[in-house]
């Protein structure tokens, strides 16, 4: 059983920078994918990037290209997303999850975190 809990989330305003980190523990992490999602309130939970195991595949969604970049320390059990030039519509509970098989941009992770909140004012 994988536990994940994610950290940094915050209060930021519009243009600034936040580095959220989702710690794993309880299994091989480098035998994980890792996603991250978000979920705003009254929306559905959206995907928002992913990392394969080895870290050589990433992947985003088209609103955060340029802006987010996902990556992973395996020796620390750790993946981050940092997330730069922050916009309103940016604002919601952050997750992350793993997944045994690769990554993908559906929510169909084996395991999911609890969540960060990120708040951006305009």
């Known amino acids: 059983q994988v536990q994940l809990v994610e950290s940094g989330g915050g209060l930021v305003q519009a243009g600034a920078s936040l580095r959220l980190s989702c710690a794993a523990s309880g299994g091989t992490f480098s035998s994980y994918a890792m996603g991250w999602f978000r979920q705003a309130p009254g929306k559905e939970r959206e995907f928002v990037s992913a990392?394969?195991?080895?870290?050589?595949?990433?992947y985003y969604r088209d609103s955060v290209k340029g802006r987010f970049t996902i990556s992973r320390e395996n020796a620390k059990n750790t993946v981050y997303l940092e997330m730069n030039s922050l916009k309103p519509e940016d604002t919601a509970d952050y997750y992350c999850a793993a997944r045994v098989a690769g990554p993908s941009t559906l929510p169909v992770y084996d395991y999911w975190g609890q969540g960060t909140q990120v708040t951006v004012s305009s």
């Open positions: 990392i394969s195991q080895s870290g050589g595949s990433v």
